[in-house]
């Protein structure tokens, strides 16, 4: 059994709220390449994500009325203790954005906001025993990106929240320094002050989710109803990226390892 703490920190679960949940399960179906299933035993109607082996990776919810944001994908992040980590949050100088959300057999969780105003869920999982860490596999999220307004502000906030561990951060050029942190299994994302151009974009998180090919998954993308924003466009260390925005308007981003 993996030990309680090892969940500190740790991505679980990630969740798009989106306006027409059958037809964004579909173009994720077709450009990922996940098999969407209903939830069982749901409240609501909820869609599973799985990849690969019936691994479960993402969900997707209508967005509930009293949710006023666009599309958007989630983060779910691992605390030992809901109300603990929900405490730290304030503490550091982030704030609640949710009531407790109780899901039976699944676990509590919570939205939150950090300092500089991006949110992401606090996740106590009902089963502590997780599969062990592991480089992701093709379907799963493979990086989580933050566009913020204070980078290093953020990374002080997130390695003292979840014990991340900074990397010596890249300097992108024009586009500033790019802040990357680690669990003790490897580095698993990367933060950066927005440029100019998203001046208006609210600070957020972004999800990379691992495809085989990213030439073929643009391809994909644009055949489906989605549109590019971004790339495809090679990042230090040979592997490939593209962003992207689905149908719906969700933004969303994939990687592919290099060849």
Known sequence: MTHVSSLL???????????????????????????????????????LFNRSGDVGVAGVMTT???VKAPPFWAMYVGVPTLEDGVAHVKTLGGRECSPVVDVPTVGRMQMVQDPQGAVFYLFQ?????????AAPQVGDASWHELMTTDAP?????????????????????????????????GTIGGMMNKSKEMAEVPPSWG????????????????????????????VPGGDWIVNAMDPQGAAFSLHAKKR
């Open 153 to 185: 502000a953020a990374m002080q906030f997130y390695t003292a929240l979840f014990a991340w561990q900074a990397v010596d951060p890249v300097d992108m050029g024009e586009m500033g320094l790019y802040h990357m942190f680690s669990r003790p299994h």
């Open 64 to 66: 509930p009325a009293d």
């Open 207 to 234: 999800i990379y989710f691992h495809v085989p090919d990213i030439t073929s998954a643009v391809e994909r993308i644009t055949a489906n109803g989605g549109t590019v924003l971004n790339g495809p466009m090679e």
């Open 9 to 47: 920190g740790r991505p679980l679960w990630y969740e798009l709220m989106t306006t027409d949940m059958q037809a964004a399960a579909g173009f994720y179906e077709k450009v990922v390449g996940w098999t969407a299933v209903p939830a069982p035993q749901s409240p609501q109607p909820y869609t």
């Open 125 to 133: 999982p009902a089963n502590t025993d997780q599969a062990p860490e």
